[in-house]
């Protein structure tokens, strides 16, 4: 049940980061009349800081309870998910951190 949770949240943080994202492509001037210049990369960067979190423990789980030998579909997309937030999410942290 614990699993089915952090999978749902992990889905619904993927669309939100990614609706985030691209809203702020877009309009930046929209993100950052919601919450400020400073507020809206603090968002980007909690939003990838959840989603590396949530894809991590999901990728930790599947790991452990399955073949250690290859990897399954879920695996993946799991790591690749990881992978891009921890990679946006510490270029947004910098972008927070040094220039708002």
Known sequence: MFVRVLTVALWATAVLTAGWVAVSAWDYDLTSGLFGEEGSRLATTLLMGASALLS???????????????????????ALVLFVSVFYGIYSFFGWFFYA
């Open 56 to 78: 991590g423990l999901l990728v930790l789980h599947n790991r452990r309870a399955g073949d250690g030998e290859y990897w399954t579909g879920a695996e993946l997309v799991y």
